[in-house]
């Protein structure tokens, strides 16, 4: 190969070079190139500043324009100088060209992105005036009661009314609320948590105060009182004012809490079924207590039918007595009304009264009610409370004899006979009248 191929193989091969470089760097112009082409550059600037062309559908400025001649008159310019060199500077440009070309592809790319953005965000607040307003709270009302879910589950909300994830009520189920917020919209919602509430549409509310009609009598111990209270329930507060025993009290309304039946009696005056019973009140037609244990007086107690009886209505409070224990533990007296007379386990045994076992039946069963001269209506609310009551009857030849009334239909009253060991029953009217033959004595719980 002579000197002037070598020399021109060196051209190719360096100018190749140069190419592949400047696919993946972008090709700068020399700094001849530059001061050659820098008054013909600014000339063309000024001659077309204004009127911005648009290539597919991007704007591009007509400087841009200006620097794409600007580079071709380079080229021509550069091209005069020599052969080799005009060949290089070819390939150069060819390669500034391409970069030229991907570097605009990609500030048209990102300006396409950036239109786009620029779409999204003006569209944004479209959106978020198309966006269901949230119901605000107008009243905010205090409750005592329970919502009960439908039967259907119902979802949760905070009190802003946006959803609780993944929680929610079960069907049927009951829960204490104490608050009712009301939205704008006329929507519902009740607070069962801390900070939970369910919609009102998503079940039912029922106020723990209900209205009722009956006489509430005071049925403690003889010469003794009760207290009365301000509110109820675990709301209930002792302002000092008693009640004496025997006295009664027009009911307005009442509350169940916690199982328990308290009763207004006047101006926030309540009162607890404790030591009460309801007169001239709303009773089941039917009513029974179901597993008071039948436990028989003989053959340790053949006088004892009073206090095996009162064992079988403690047992079934839950106390953890027997007969023989209770026989022993009751007081002695002559007067039945102070305790028993004799011993329920021999023949000089004869009776005790309702009133001598009152400290008995509250120590084991927790409150203590003495029924003597009350009527049907006090055995039927005591066994609508669930609780039996004991009679002191005439039958089988004693002249006392105690029975435990465990339920009533419109036709019989049903109890257990520690004598006969039996559970039996006994006609209404023939219960009242064998029952006032012992002035109606009973005791209860």
């Known amino acids: 190969m002579n000197l002037r191929n070598k020399m021109l193989f060196a051209t190719l091969l360096a100018s190749s070079g140069l190419i592949l470089t400047t696919q993946g760097v972008k090709a700068e112009t020399t700094k001849t190139d530059s001061q050659i ?11 077309i500043q204004e009127n911005p062309t648009t290539l597919n559908g991007v704007s591009r400025t007509n400087s841009d324009v200006s620097q794409e001649r600007s580079q071709t008159i380079n080229s021509a310019e550069v091209s005069t100088q020599n052969p080799r060199q005009q060949e290089s500077d070819e390939k150069n440009s060819n ?9 605009s592809a990609i500030q048209n790319n990102a300006v ?26 107008v009243k905010s009302e205090q409750l005592d009661g329970v919502y009960t879910v439908g039967d259907t589950v119902t979802y949760l909300y ?37 900070l939970e509430f369910a919609r009102g549409d998503g079940g039912t509310y029922q106020s723990y105060v209900q209205p009722f009609q009956g006489d509430a009598t005071v049925v403690y111990r003889t010469g003794s009182s009760i207290h009365s209270f301000t509110g109820y329930g675990n709301r209930a507060v002792y302002q000092g004012t008693d009640l004496p025993t025997g006295s ?112 008995l039946v509250e120590k084991y069963a927790g409150t203590a009610k003495n029924l003597t001269g009350q009527g049907l209506d006090a055995i039927k609310y005591q066994i609508n409370l669930g609780h039996p009551v004991v009679t002191w009857n005439t039958l089988h030849g004693f002249p006392y004899h105690a029975l435990v009334v465990t339920g009533y239909d419109k036709n ?3 109890y257990n006979d520690c004598w006969t060991n039996q559970s039996t029953r006994m006609g209404i009217n023939q219960f009242i009248s064998n029952w006032n033959t012992q002035n109606r004595r009973a005791i209860s719980y």
């Open 412 to 414: 019989y009253i049903y």
């Open 158 to 194: 905070y009190a802003d009314g946006s959803q609780v994830k993944n929680r929610a009520l079960a069907p049927k189920s009951a829960w204490y609320t104490d608050t009712c917020n009301t939205k704008n919209d006329g929507s519902t919602y009740y607070r069962v948590s801390t």
């Open 37 to 47: 082409n820098q008054s013909i550059t600014q000339s063309s600037n000024q001659s």
């Open 112 to 137: 396409e992105a950036n239109n786009s953005s620029t779409q999204a965000t003006q569209s944004q607040p479209k959106q978020n005036q198309q966006t269901i307003q949230t119901p605000q709270t």
């Open 248 to 359: 009664n009290w027009k009911v307005n309304n009442h509350a169940k809490i916690g199982g328990k039946e308290w009763y207004q009696i006047g101006n926030n005056v309540w009162i607890p079924q404790d030591n009460v019973v309801i007169n001239n009140g709303q009773y089941q037609d039917a009513d029974w207590v179901y597993g008071v244990p039948l436990i028989s007086q003989r053959p340790e107690l053949p006088n004892g039918c009073e206090i095996t009886a009162v064992t079988m209505m403690l047992h079934y409070a839950g106390a953890n007595v027997n007969k023989m224990q209770l026989a022993q533990e009751m007081p002695r007296n002559s007067d039945p009304n102070y305790g028993y007379i004799g011993q329920p386990w021999d023949a000089t045994g004869i009776t005790i009264f309702p009133s001598a076992l009152m400290g």
């Open 95 to 103: 390669s500034q060209n391409m970069s030229s070309n991907a570097e």
